[in-house]
């Protein structure tokens, strides 16, 4: 099987092991040490980490704000270290039957795919979306004839960290 290491027993009588690893730098995870076929040569992988979107918070805001304005405006903001794929889910809701837009921004640009809501009770919002380190990613909102949007929960969630898959 590729990318494990594999070890036996050489019973050939001295019993001595016989390493009979197939493994190569780039299947390893980054920095882990290893040995192959030959047990003189110790090797160090290459193979980088990734975040995968999962259900793991690392990050939350459970501040309660809200606002009226006309035009997107930002409501939570939170700067991305390590790269990887985010779910990043808020809550939201609005104080009329009038109707809110809200979706996630990347350093001030639009992103996620803009979402219309008038529940007057709280509604989560997940959206799994690929950050680079040192983005930032927001949350905007408006209302639709002076309705307040609501926010009471933006988090940013991962599964564990996972190696990469070859």
């Known amino acids: 099987m590729q990318g494990i290491v594999r070890g036996g027993l050489n019973d050939g009588g001295g019993g001595e092991s016989t390493l009979t690893g197939d493994a190569v730098v780039a299947e390893v995870i980054s920095g882990k040490t290893f040995y192959s076929n030959d047990p003189n040569a110790k090797l160090t992988g290459v193979l980088p980490e990734v975040l ?10 459970d501040t309660e704000s809200s606002q009226a304005k006309s035009s997107y405006w930002k409501m939570r903001d939170v700067d991305i270290i390590k790269a990887g794929t985010y779910r990043v889910v808020y809550s939201h809701k609005s104080n009329s039957g009038n109707g809110c837009y809200h979706r996630i921004y990347k350093n001030g640009s639009a992103f996620g795919t803009e979402n219309y809501d008038t529940s007057t009770t709280y509604v989560e919002w997940p959206e799994d979306l690929v950050f680079a380190a040192g983005d930032n990613v927001q949350l905007y909102a408006y209302g639709i004839s002076g309705a307040y949007n609501w926010v009471n929960m933006f988090d940013l969630r991962i599964d564990t960290l996972f190696t990469k898959v070859l």
Do not use: E, F
């Open 52 to 61: 995968i979107a999962g259900d793991q918070v690392v990050y939350n805001d």
